[in-house]
Each structure stands twice: as structure tokens, then as C-alpha cells.
């Protein structure tokens, strides 16, 4: 249980555990990368929930201007992304497998995957992005969809809320991406070492959850019209 | 890489190396704390200064020193630059980042890069803030209450936003890494009942500001899009709604006050312990009470928003829940006191400050019932009652627990003594002037005058000027520390390993510290606080807690 530090030093020596020089062995420091991840996500879920709410309260508002503002978006385009990001996080939970069973050519194999997937969505998103800007569906930007009264504002509100929200999201999967191409990078030029593995996993686990804010997203914006509750 | 695990006796953190590099780019916890001290203070100094003018400035009931905009942007200064930029990070990441892995009998904590990082947002975001103010300030008030702030100001709001956003995620960090450091990296034999107080307070501390902080984020974000695109989320005239900022912002806010105030706890709680030689009373009961104050914090931050236009049921339930928040913060003091009674008791400079941080936390926290009773909070909202009544839980807390905490842990954060003949004179001083500060604006405030004023009527003008003369006393306290500290780094008597003779893992080390804490990783044995039958004369011993040597 107790290892005076000489011993320490000595087990370092021999190469057989690389650990930064805080930690004892080698499982505390990846429990606490572990933990430290985890802790990180739940800050983002504080994050994304303010903006949760700022939409769950508009959406009690202005119900009509919602359901209207969602008949605006390609369902099409936005099933098809979800697809894709669903895709990615398989893609990546079998790269954190192959991580584990260190398989480096199938692990480097997956996280490119992984990347060309979160590509794929960024620009199909990219493209809904500028039919709204052409069809002036955005708020702050050359605005002209104009529906008398409250459904305008309401609407200002619901497309107010899908870029700020969407783009967010779309911010952490450009930080995703990068987190996968350095880990590419990384593996392609040495081999895998014992801390490898935890690095893998919490890409892996950051990447899960921007894929999960999406899973929310995708029916709060593009599936409310199809809601019976809300009549016009 | 490893080579410093080894140290000899004579080498410590601070005379490992004297190089300006070696501290900018240190990943050793005491030394970033340092670093914090020294940010802290500078921006305490600069609040401090703020609030002197504004005191200057109500010594006659006529606007005759600053223009109302000017006034407007000195409280905002002082509200931003003390909540965000002092009491936020002051016990935290001070004594948090110097004590955290020294009672946990650990070499640092568990991400020494990320905690370095926190520093430097620290500083970028208090630096920006000071950019704003200088550029031309901002007259928001911290709270930055919309359509005020994301429409109308023609103030530096932005940058300020943005100072304190950045400045938000260093408090995250060192939150994150304290939380870790506490599952992981506890030494052999330190469960988490044998963990000390402090541990448990600054736990509880650290889970509000990963889980709080992230939506003060969210609302300053807004607020800076609403600012610089337009958008309409805050605005009502574009079918945006103000309080949806309010309730964001309190979301954050009032647990903030709790992350000021819990780690203030856990330097009372070893304080007591330590000056009265006895384990606190109701160990566990004081371990809880912190983190049921925490999940309680979460729940109470509509009692801001009283007279805002929120749903009276909404005002009902909000109010029960701050009433609530009495129970823990009862429990925490009644236990002090009953830790104290029949105690051999000594009173040296620290004891001062506990004792005065026991006495004007009450009064802040009783003061805290009457706000959170909607029909009193109707009269007395906005009002100079509100303002004394937070700052006896702030300065008279929060402060007091700071400067009883530094002057504690001063000899073996820098391995010399304080003089004790000038700490004790200080910390008289600033318990007279802060009373005599704070306690006129609980009339004041009674009596109807609003805050955030700079005009008012004759009658108020005795209250207001004792308030300012005791603000004087209260600045010459607060200048004594800061001198005879930086004295006696210097010229200090040299600072045995444990002065005070208490019993935590890091009063078993050198004064100060080696780079690596710990000669050999430390077993610990026993309970915390286990002072011996004859801890009363002469403090605790080696029995406490064995180092167990290597056979």
C-alpha cells in the first residue's frame, strides 16, 4: 500500500509506468484524467442548459411562431446529419475499443473516420446555414420574413436561438475535430503508448457528448411542427 | 524528470530556484497560489481604493465630489473588481491551491499545468477589466442587469463582460482540479472522514463553481451577442424577456456567494479547532452542513428577484428555501461555539479573526432571514440593508476568514512569523471599523435610503459619515497586514515546522514546504484533529500522525 518515494523513482526508472510526477502509479493518473473529463462535461451540460431554457421559455411563449419557424427547416438535411453524427459516434467508440486493445492501424483508421463524419455534418450544416441566409431567415443578418405581430417576434426569437445554439454546438465539434487530428497526428508518428488508451477515451467521451447535445437539438428545432400540441 | 522527488532538508518551494521564469511557467501548487496572492491583492487594493471614493463621496448628502455617471461607474468598479476579481478566487485559490494537496498528502494537485492556466485567465480577465475601467468604465453595476447592459449603457460593458467571462474559467478549472485531486489523490489512510474541514468546505465550494460558473458563462454570452448582433433574447421590445437574464444571473450569483463563503468556513473551522486544542464539535454534522448549503444554494436564487415581476407562488418557495438555508449555517456556528466551550482557548492574531468572523457572520446571516421574508424584503429591497447586510457576510465573513487563514498559514507559506503585537492591533482595527462602517447602513437602510445613490436627503448625513469615518479605520487595518507581511518575509522570526501546533498533514512538513511537499508519502493513522489529552499545554506530537519510514 505505502511505497516510500526512492521505490517510486526506481519503478520509473525502468520505463514500466510513465506517470507525471504528482500521481503515484499509473491507474490514479488515468482515473483522474477520467474524472477530470467528466467534471468538464458537466460544466458544458451547465452551459448548454442556460441556452435549454432560454428556448424552453420562448417556446411557451410564442408556441405558433415555433411550430412556423420549424416548418422553415430542411427535416431532410437535418435527419441526414443526425445520421451521419450517429455514425461518428460509433466510428469513435470503436477506435476507443481499438485504443484499449492497442490497435494502432485500426485505431488511426477510426479516428479518421470519425473525422471525415464531423466534416461531412459541418458542412451539410454549413450549407442549411446559407439557405437560411438566402431565404433571410436569419435575425441579425438582412432579416425580411415578415408574419404579422407576435409570430414575427416569436419567430425572430426561435431562429434567434437555433444559431446561437446550433452554432455552439458546431464550435465544439470544430474543437473536436481538432482533438481528433492531433490525436491522428500523434499516433501516426509514434507508437501507442499505456496513456494513450485514457486520452483516446476521453476524446471519445467529449465527442459523445456534442454528438448528444445534437440528439436534443434535432427535435427541439426541425421536429416541432410535426407536434400535435402545437395547433396553427 | 523525477530527480525532485528526493529533496534535501534545507531545499524548498520558494529557494528551488530564483528566476522570474521559474515562477511564470511553475507548475508547483504553492507557488501558483502565491501567484494568486499576489493578484488577489491587487485587486483588492484597486476595489479597496473604489470604495474609499465612494465613501468620500457620501460624507454630504449633495453630489459634490463626482458626477452621478462617475459615481455609477466607481460602484460598479468596486462590486466587479471585489466579487469576481478577490472574493471569488481570495480563499480558494490562495490557501486552496497552497493547502489542498498538503492536506491531502499529496505532491500537487492532480492537473499542475491546468492549474497554471488558471492563473493566467485569471489575470488576462482581471487585466481586461482593468483596461475597460481605464478606457472609461462601465456603469452597470456587477450584476449586469438587462436591456441596461445589453442595450442601453454606453459604457465598456463588453469588455468588462468579457474580463469576467474569461475570469469565469479559471474558477472552473481550479474547481475541477480540486474535486479531482480530493477522489484521487488522498494519501494512504486518509479516508474521507479522517479529511479536514477545510477539505470538505473547499469541496463543496469547488462543485459550485464547475457546476454555477458555466452559466454565468452562458448569461454574459448573451449579453455580448445581444450587445453586438442585436439579437433580441433579453429585449423586450424584441419580444425578449429581462428576467430570463435575471434568473440566469442568479443562477450564478447566489451561489457564488457560496463559494466566497464555504471555503471561509473551512479556515474557521481548523482555526477554532487549532486555538481551542479540541476536534471540532459534531465533525460530520460541520462536513455536511457544507454541502447541504451547496445543493440549498442552487435552489434560492429567485430571493433576488422578489419585486422583479416573478410569480408571487414562485416568491413563496424561493423564500422557503432561503429560509432553509439557516439550518446548515446554524449548525455550522452553533457547533464552533459548542467547540469553544470549556476549550483552553488562546488567543493569538488568527483566534481574533475567527472570533470576529463568528460574531458578524451571524449578524450577516440573521440580517439574510429578514431579506429572505418577502413582505420585509418588500420594504427594505434595494435599500442600504441589503448592502450591509452582504457585506457582513462578505467582508465581515469572507475577508475576515481570509486574513485569519494568511496569517495562520503565513509561517509556513513563507517559513517566517508574523509580529503578533501588530497582527493582533490590525485585527482589532478592522473589526472596530468595519462595525462602525457596516452597521449605520442597516439604519440607513431601515430608514429608506436607496443604494447605488450619490445624492441624499439631509437627514441621512450622520449615518452616512460615521459609515465613512469607519471606512478609514477599516483602510488602516486593512494597510497594516499588508505591510508587516511583506516585512516579515524579510525580517520575520524564522518559523518552526508547526507554530501553532496543529494537527494537519501540512503542519508535518518543513516551513516552508519542499517542492515535492513530503519527504516520504505520509500514512495518516487517526482521525483529523486528534489532539492528545495533553494537547491543552503543549500540542499535538509526532503520535498523531506516523511517517512511516521504508524497512
Not at chain 1, 501507442?192 to 483516446?200: A, F, T, Y
Not at chain 2, 478566487?89 to 491531502?104: C, D, E, Q
Not at chain 2, 485569519?404 to 513563507?414: D, E, L, R, V, Y
Request: with cysteine; glycine share 8%; aromatic share 16%.
Amino acid at each position: 500500500m505505502f511505497k516510500p518515494a526512492s521505490q517510486l523513482v526506481e519503478v520509473r526508472a525502468d520505463g514500466a509506468a510513465r506517470v507525471a510526477h504528482q500521481f503515484v502509479d499509473a491507474d490514479q493518473q488515468h482515473s483522474a484524467a477520467e474524472l477530470g473529463m467528466w467534471l468538464f462535461l458537466a460544466t458544458e451540460i451547465m452551459f448548454f442548459g442556460a441556452f435549454f431554457l432560454a428556448y424552453l421559455v420562448y417556446r411557451e411563449w410564442y408556441p405558433v411562431a415555433f411550430a412556423m419557424g420549424s416548418r422553415q427547416m430542411d427535416v431532410m438535411l437535418g435527419t441526414v446529419n443526425t445520421g451521419v453524427l450517429l455514425t461518428s459516434s460509433l466510428t469513435m467508440a470503436l477506435a476507443v475499443r481499438a485504443s484499449e486493445m492497442s490497435q494502432r492501424r485500426w485505431m488511426i483508421g477510426l479516428l479518421v473516420a470519425t473525422l471525415l463524419l464531423g466534416m461531412v455534418f459541418l458542412g451539410i450544416k454549413g450549407l442549411e446555414y446559407y439557405h437560411k441566409y438566402a431565404e433571410h431567415l436569419v435575425p441579425f443578418a438582412g432579416w425580411t420574413f415578415a408574419p404579422a405581430g407576435e409570430q414575427r417576434t416569436g419567430m425572430m426569437e426561435f431562429f434567434n436561438l437555433y444559431f446561437l445554439m446550433t452554432g455552439l454546438h458546431a464550435l465544439h465539434m470544430v474543437a473536436g475535430l481538432v482533438m481528433l487530428a492531433l490525436l491522428v497526428i500523434v499516433a501516426c508518428r509514434s507508437p501507442l503508448r499505456d496513456s494513450s488508451s485514457i486520452v483516446v477515451h476521453n476524446v471519445g467521451l467529449y465527442w459523445h457528448f456534442v454528438d448528444l447535445v445534437w440528439v436534443y437539438l434535432f427535435p427541439f428545432f426541425y421536429l416541432v411542427s410535426a407536434s400535435g400540441s402545437v395547433a396553427m | 524528470m523525477n530527480g525532485a522527488v528526493i529533496t534535501t532538508r534545507k531545499r524548498n518551494y520558494l529557494n528551488a530556484s530564483y528566476t522570474v521564469r521559474s515562477w511564470l511557467l511553475t507548475h508547483d501548487h504553492k507557488r501558483i497560489g502565491l501567484l494568486y496572492l499576489i493578484g488577489v491583492t491587487f485587486f483588492f487594493v484597486i476595489g479597496g481604493l473604489a470604495a474609499a471614493v465612494v465613501r468620500l463621496e457620501l460624507m454630504t448628502p449633495r453630489g459634490d465630489l463626482t458626477e452621478s455617471e462617475t459615481y455609477n461607474k466607481l460602484f460598479t468598479m468596486h462590486g466587479i473588481t471585489m466579487t469576481f476579481f478577490f472574493l471569488i478566487p481570495a480563499i480558494p485559490a490562495v490557501l486552496g491551491n497552497f493547502l489542498v494537496p498538503l492536506m491531502l498528502g499529496a505532491r500537487d494537485l492532480a492537473f499542475p499545468r491546468l492549474n497554471l492556466l488558471s492563473w493566467y485567465l485569471y489575470m488576462l480577465g482581471g487585466l481586461m477589466t482593468m483596461w475597460a475601467i481605464l478606457a472609461g468604465g462601465v456603469d452597470t453595476g456587477w450584476t449586469f442587469y438587462t436591456p441596461y447592459s445589453s442595450t442601453y449603457s454606453n459604457t465598456y460593458v463588453m469588455a468588462t463582460a468579457v474580463g469576467v467571462f474569461v475570469a469565469g474559467f479559471s474558477s472552473i478549472l481550479t474547481g475541477l482540479n480540486f474535486i479531482v485531486t480530493t477522489h484521487q489523490m488522498r494519501c494512504p489512510g486518509l479516508t474521507w472522514f479522517r479529511l479536514p474541514l477545510f477539505i470538505w468546505s473547499m469541496y463543496a465550494a469547488s462543485l459550485i463553481m464547475v457546476l454555477a460558473t458555466p452559466v454565468l458563462a452562458a448569461a454574459l454570452l448573451l449579453v455580448g451577442l445581444e450587445r453586438g448582433l442585436g439579437i433580441g433574447i433579453f429585449d423586450p421590445a424584441m419580444g425578449g424577456d429581462p428576467l430570463l437574464f435575471q434568473h440566469l444571473f442568479w443562477f450564478y450569483a447566489h451561489p457564488a456567494v457560496y463559494i466566497m463563503v464555504l471555503p471561509a468556513f473551512g479556515v474557521i473551522s481548523e482555526l477554532v479547532a487549532c486555538f481551542s486544542r479540541r476536534r471540532p464539535f459534531g465533525y460530520a454534522f460541520i462536513g455536511y452542513s457544507s454541502f447541504a448549503i451547496a445543493i440549498l444554494g442552487f435552489l434560492v436564487w429567485g430571493h433576488h428577484m422578489f419585486v422583479s415581476g416573478q410569480s408571487v407562488y414562485a416568491g413563496l418557495i424561493f423564500s422557503l428555501l432561503s429560509f432553509l438555508v439557516a439550518i446548515p449555517s446554524g449548525i455550522k456556528v452553533f457547533n464552533w461555539t459548542a467547540t469553544l466551550y470549556k476549550a483552553s482557548i488562546s488567543w493569538e492574531t488568527p483566534m481574533l479573526y475567527a472570533f470576529g468572523f463568528m460574531g458578524l457572520f451571524t449578524m450577516g446571516g440573521l440580517t439574510g432571514l429578514f431579506l429572505a421574508c418577502l413582505a420585509i424584503d418588500v420594504h427594505v429591497h434595494d435599500t442600504y440593508f441589503v448592502v450591509a447586510h452582504f457585506h457582513y457576510i462578505m467582508v465581515g465573513g469572507t475577508v475576515m476568514a481570509f486574513l485569519g487563514g494568511i496569517h495562520f498559514w503565513w509561517p509556513k507559506m513563507t517559513g517566517r512569523m508574523y509580529p503578533e503585537s501588530w497582527a493582533r492591533l490590525s485585527a482589532i482595527l478592522i473589526f472596530v471599523g468595519f462595525n462602525l462602517t457596516f452597521f449605520p447602513q442597516f439604519i440607513l437602510g431601515y430608514l429608506g435610503m436607496p443604494r447605488r445613490y450619490h445624492i441624499y436627503p439631509e437627514e441621512f448625513q450622520v449615518l452616512n459619515v460615521m459609515s465613512s469615518a469607519g471606512a478609514s479605520i477599516l483602510g488602516v487595518g486593512y494597510f497594516f497586514p499588508l505591510t508587516y507581511l511583506v516585512w516579515s518575509m524579510f525580517y520575520g522570526a524564522v518559523a518552526p515546522e508547526n507554530p501553532f501546533g496543529h494537527t494537519g498533514l501540512e503542519w508535518q512538513t518543513a516551513s516552508p514546504p519542499p517542492t515535492d511537499n513530503f519527504e516520504q508519502i505520509p500514512v495518516v493513522t487517526q482521525e483529523a484533529y486528534s489532539f492528545g489529552p495533553d494537547d491543552a499545554l503543549r500540542g499535538p506530537s509526532e503520535e498523531v500522525i506516523s511517517i512511516v519510514q521504508a524497512s
